[in-house]
């Protein structure tokens, strides 16, 4: 009966890896994590550094409020311009805004699908601002055609809404800070990357190695608790060797 139990014991118990494990593993590979760690900082931050371009942003702001009679802008003005707000996001990435954009100042963008991509728009919660943001690697080229879009929005789009301009409420500037590539971040993630991957390969490796290590590895595989353990020594060889003799030693005589 008692044998019948201890062969069921181990089966029953789980054979994963345990939360010791993972932190023995750990201190066993940490060398081996902080040299990735860094490794992968230092990669991660020289290709940012020398391989990804720089890119600005500047953001142009429209005000956008419909009065009435061009009189003092009541509720219905304000509930009104935040509606035409929605309209003024979807119309200024429209095909007719970004090829009146390419015609005027001939920036580096091949196509409108790729202009298209240097711009977003936004409008705050609550507000009837509309962000008009160009993303560029040159900082004039962000700037002049954030500019350009709203004269446009306040020439063209009154004409197709059928309703009065909005007017601009600040001017992009060329800014002076990049926007992206962040080196602290981009350093950090590739360090971290790399640190994550060793480990986890260091960890499959442990799950897929079923050699006895320890008399504790025999306990919990099978069951047996192992009643002494012969240590190895680095070093030992088979002393038979030495008995042989040698190349050019003397032969005693019979």
Do not use: C
Request: aromatic share 8%.
């Amino acid at each position: 009966m008692d044998e019948t139990k201890q062969q069921k014991a181990p089966a029953d118990e789980d054979l994963g890896i345990d939360l010791y494990d993972l932190f023995y593993l750990f201190r066993q590979k940490l060398v081996g994590i902080l040299i990735a760690l860094v490794l992968g900082g230092v990669v991660t931050g020289l290709f940012t550094y020398f391989f990804i371009a720089p890119k600005y942003q500047a953001t142009a702001k429209l005000y956008i409020v419909s009065a009435s009679n061009d009189s003092v802008v009541n509720l219905t003005d304000l509930q009104l311009g935040a509606s035409l707000t929605a309209d003024y996001e979807q119309l200024v990435l429209g095909r007719p805004m970004l090829e009146s954009v390419l015609i005027n100042l001939h920036p580096h963008a091949e196509d409108i699908e790729q202009l298209k991509k240097m711009i977003s728009v936004s409008n705050p919660s609550n507000t009837r601002i509309l962000n008009i943001t160009v993303t560029s690697t040159d900082p004039a080229e962000a700037m002049n055609i954030a500019n350009e879009l709203a004269r446009l929005a306040i020439d063209w789009l009154p004409e197709v809404m059928r309703s009065n301009e909005p007017s601009i409420a600040e001017e992009a500037v060329t800014p002076t800070k990049k926007s992206s590539p962040s080196y602290v971040i981009n350093t950090l993630a590739g360090a971290l990357a790399l640190a994550v991957f060793y480990y986890g390969f260091e960890l499959l490796r442990r799950l897929h190695d079923d050699t006895i290590h320890t008399g504790e590895d025999l306990e919990r595989y099978f069951g047996v608790v192992a009643l002494t353990s012969i240590p190895e020594e680095k070093g030992v060889q088979d002393h038979s060797e030495d008995k042989k003799p040698k190349r050019g030693a003397k032969r005693g005589r019979n």
